[in-house]
C-alpha cells in the first residue's frame, strides 16, 4: 500500500467533505444517469439478481505505469471474492477503477468497461457520486471522523444526501446493527468515533458505507492493521454481509482468502492469471505461476 491509498470519497462515506467530480465525468454528453441503488432488506428476502459486476477490458495507467492489463473478469452477487498478489501487482488499482477512485490520482487513467447490473459505470453521462454510494469502499486503516461521534460518523453520508432526521435514525441504527456493532455502541453513540477500539473502529467504517445502502462493498485489506481478534469478528461480519451486499476483498493474507471467499482472483504484473473456486484455486490451480505463489515460492 503506498500514498494513493488515502485518497477517499463521502459518497462512499470516507473522508473527503468535498467530493471531486471526475473530468469524464463532468463531460456530460446528455442527463446525468444515476445509480439506483436498492434496500439492504432485498438481500435477506431473496432477491439478489442486482449487485453483480463485470470488468472488460480494464486497464489502467499512473502516467506512463501500466498498472493493470486488459482484465476481463467478473464478479457475482451473493458471494465474496478475494483478490490475491504480490504487492504492486495492481490488485488495489483494479478495485479502485470498479468505484472510479483511480482516476482522482493526478495522472491517473483507465480505459474499457465496468458494468454494475450492466450499467457502464464509466459513460460520460454517469453520477459519479451515485457510482460512489452504489460501490462502497473499506480502506486499510480504520478513518472515522474524528471530530464527529459514533452516530454523526454513521450517518454523515446520509446527512451530504440530505436525508431526515428519522431516516437517519432509522438506517444508522440498522448499519450498526448490519456492522455487528449496535450491542457495543448503543450506550456510546454520541461518543467520539475515534474513541473506539481499532477493531470497532473498522465495523464503524463498514456501518457508514452500509448507511447508504450500496449493491457493492470494496474492502482494501480491511483487517491489516488488526489484532487477531478483531479480525476474526471482521472476517465473520463478511460472511453474514455477502446476503446483503457483493463483496470484494484484496488482501495479502492467503490463509484469510482460504477462510472467507468464494471466489479468488490471483494477478501478477498488472494480468489476471486465474480465478476460481477458492479451494481449487488454493489446492489445485491450474497455472503454475498460481501455485508457486500459494505455496510461497516468491511474493
Not at 71 to 80: I, T
Not at 93 to 112: L, P, S
Not at 266 to 280: A, C, Q, R
Request: glycine share 10%; proline share 5%.
Amino acid at each position: 500500500m503506498d500514498a494513493r491509498d488515502s485518497i477517499e470519497s463521502p459518497a462512499m462515506t470516507e473522508t473527503n467533505p468535498d467530493p471531486q467530480t471526475s473530468p469524464q465525468a463532468g463531460a456530460t454528453a446528455g442527463p446525468a444517469i444515476s445509480v439506483a441503488t436498492k434496500s439492504p432488506a432485498a438481500g435477506l428476502r431473496g432477491r439478489r439478481d442486482v449487485g453483480t459486476v463485470e470488468l472488460q477490458g480494464l486497464h489502467a495507467y499512473y502516467g506512463s505505469n501500466h498498472a493493470v492489463r486488459g482484465v476481463d473478469l467478473g464478479f457475482a452477487a451473493d458471494q465474496v471474492t478475494a483478490i490475491i498478489g504480490p504487492s504492486g501487482c495492481g490488485k488495489s488499482t483494479m478495485v479502485r477503477c470498479i468505484n472510479r477512485m483511480h482516476e482522482e490520482i493526478d495522472g491517473a487513467r483507465a480505459e474499457g468497461h465496468v458494468l454494475l447490473d450492466g450499467l457502464d459505470l464509466y459513460d460520460s453521462r454517469i453520477d459519479i457520486v451515485a457510482v460512489r454510494r452504489a460501490v462502497g469502499m473499506v480502506f486499510q486503516k480504520p478513518n472515522p471522523f474524528p471530530t464527529m461521534s459514533v452516530f454523526d460518523n454513521v450517518v454523515s453520508g446520509l446527512r451530504l444526501s440530505g436525508a431526515s432526521r428519522s431516516e437517519m435514525d432509522d438506517r444508522g441504527r440498522e448499519a450498526l446493527i448490519g456492522a455487528g456493532l449496535w450491542d457495543e455502541v448503543k450506550d456510546r453513540l454520541k461518543g467520539p468515533g475515534v474513541g473506539l477500539s481499532g477493531g470497532q473502529q473498522q465495523r464503524l467504517c463498514i456501518a457508514r458505507a452500509l448507511a447508504v445502502e450500496p449493491e457493492v462493498l470494496l474492502m482494501d485489506e480491511p483487517c491489516s492493521a488488526l489484532d487477531p481478534v478483531a479480525t476474526l469478528k471482521i472476517e465473520e461480519l463478511i460472511g453474514e454481509l455477502k446476503q446483503r451486499v457483493t463483496i470484494v476483498i484484496v488482501t495479502h493474507n492467503m490463509q484469510q482468502a482460504a477462510r472467507v471467499a468464494d471466489t479468488t482472483v490471483f494477478m501478477l504484473d498488472g494480468e489476471l492469471v486465474e480465478v476460481g473456486p477458492t479451494d481449487k484455486l488454493f489446492t489445485t490451480p491450474d497455472d503454475e505461476r498460481t501455485e508457486q505463489y500459494v505455496t510461497g515460492k516468491f511474493g
